[in-house]
């Protein structure tokens, strides 16, 4: 089968499709004909090598966690899944023709491969952390990066919450932030009087990394009120570094209950054939994305 692999750390150039043996899948888990696969952060920064001190992996590697496609094989102890089914879901190495998911849920009437690989990380990523920052209904978040992936789920759960935001966003995303909910201001010079003009701020989210703990720390006066999921530096500050740790299959029901009320949409931004995984990785970088980048096999 096809996947995109990687030899050496490096930039987006590293990536390339090659020809690898199908995975097949174990107990627990199940395989899918992958249709499409959400390009998130987690990946290129795996790519670059950012995380090889705690968490090293043997080269060459495969890259992705999310995917939605047609399930073709189930593992043993696996039930109420069938070959046939369409799903989205959570695994390894999801840039490739054929996939193991060990997380998944049934894809939700009306949504498209395409919608559906964009959901799970991003979902899990945000309940996790509006849930660590300890704000609660009637109370203000704080969201700087507003309209990515996690930005975009993050505002439309946290509405659903009770949960006032403000959202900092570039100028082309303003009205994006504040049809999900929020009040919207720019991050560029002045953004910490913006926001704070806009509102007392009960905790703060970091999700692109864009050198603003600081101002967040100014904003709410308390470390253990900010959290950061893209700032590697932060935790010398006394910031948590919130990258992991969630659980999957509640954040995947969640999402397709909410989907199904219509409380939760996350738009593709755009999208990509696999053999154009470099090209997603430097526009996933680059930032000032409105949803999500997916790959579509």
Same mark, same amino acid.
């Given at each position: 089968?096809?996947?995109?692999?990687?030899?050496?750390?490096?930039?987006?150039?590293?990536?390339?499709?090659?020809? +690898?043996?199908? %995975?097949?899948?174990?107990?627990?888990?199940?395989?899918?004909?992958?249709?499409?696969?959400?390009? &998130? %952060?987690?990946?290129?920064?795996?790519?670059?090598?950012?995380?090889?001190?705690?968490?090293?992996?043997?080269?060459?590697?495969?890259?992705?966690?999310?995917?939605?496609? +047609?399930?073709?094989?189930?593992?043993?102890?696996?039930?109420?899944?069938?070959?046939?089914?369409?799903?989205?879901?959570?695994?390894? &190495?999801?840039?490739?023709?054929?996939?193991?998911?060990?997380?998944?849920?049934?894809?939700?009437?009306?949504?498209?491969?395409?919608?559906?690989?964009?959901?799970?990380?991003?979902?899990?990523?945000?309940?996790?952390?509006?849930?660590?920052?300890?704000?609660?209904?009637?109370q203000?978040?704080?969201?700087?990066?507003?309209?990515?992936?996690?930005?975009?789920?993050?505002?439309q759960?946290?509405?659903?919450?009770?949960?006032?935001?403000?959202?900092?966003?570039?100028?082309? &995303?303003?009205?994006? +932030?504040?049809?999900?909910?929020?009040?919207?201001?720019?991050?560029?010079?002045?953004?910490?009087?913006?926001?704070?003009?806009?509102?007392?701020?009960?905790?703060?989210?970091d999700? &692109?990394?864009?050198?603003?703990?600081?101002?967040?720390?100014d904003?709410?006066?308390?470390?253990?009120?900010?959290?950061?999921?893209?700032?590697?530096?932060a935790?010398?500050?006394?910031?948590?570094?919130?990258?992991?740790?969630?659980?999957?299959?509640?954040?995947?029901a969640e999402?397709?209950?909410?989907?199904?009320?219509?409380k939760?949409?996350?738009?593709?931004?755009?999208?990509?054939?696999?053999?154009?995984?470099?090209?997603?990785h430097?526009?996933?970088?680059?930032?000032?994305?409105?949803?999500?980048?997916?790959?579509?096999?």
């Amino acid at each position: 089968m096809k996947a995109v692999r990687f030899a050496e750390y490096g930039g987006p150039d590293v990536l390339h499709l090659a020809e +690898v043996p199908e %995975p097949h899948a174990g107990p627990g888990q199940i395989r899918v004909a992958v249709r499409a696969a959400g390009v &998130n %952060p987690h990946d290129w920064r795996t790519r670059e090598g950012q995380f090889r001190r705690i968490r090293p992996i043997e080269l060459p590697a495969g890259v992705g966690q999310d995917a939605s496609g +047609v399930v073709d094989e189930v593992g043993e102890g696996v039930t109420g899944i069938a070959v046939g089914d369409e799903v989205l879901g959570r695994g390894s &190495n999801t840039y490739a023709e054929f996939a193991v998911l060990s997380s998944w849920a049934p894809l939700p009437a009306g949504l498209s491969f395409a919608e559906a690989a964009g959901y799970p990380s991003v979902v899990e990523t945000a309940l996790r952390t509006i849930r660590l920052s300890g704000v609660h209904s009637g109370q203000t978040l704080l969201v700087s990066g507003a309209a990515g992936g996690v930005g975009s789920a993050v505002l439309q759960i946290a509405r659903d919450k009770g949960i006032k935001v403000i959202g900092t966003a570039g100028p082309s &995303n303003q009205e994006y +932030v504040r049809s999900l909910g929020a009040l919207a201001t720019t991050y560029d010079e002045g953004w910490v009087e913006r926001v704070r003009r806009l509102g007392k701020v009960d905790a703060a989210l970091d999700l &692109n990394g864009a050198g603003v703990i600081r101002g967040l720390l100014d904003l709410t006066g308390d470390p253990d009120k900010v959290l950061t999921i893209a700032d590697l530096e932060a935790p010398m500050l006394g910031i948590r570094f919130a990258g992991v740790g969630g659980t999957m299959p509640e954040a995947l029901a969640e999402a397709v209950r909410l989907i199904g009320l219509g409380k939760l949409h996350i738009p593709v931004d755009k999208s990509y054939p696999l053999a154009e995984a470099p090209a997603a990785h430097a526009d996933s970088q680059a930032g000032h994305t409105r949803g999500r980048r997916v790959l579509l096999v």
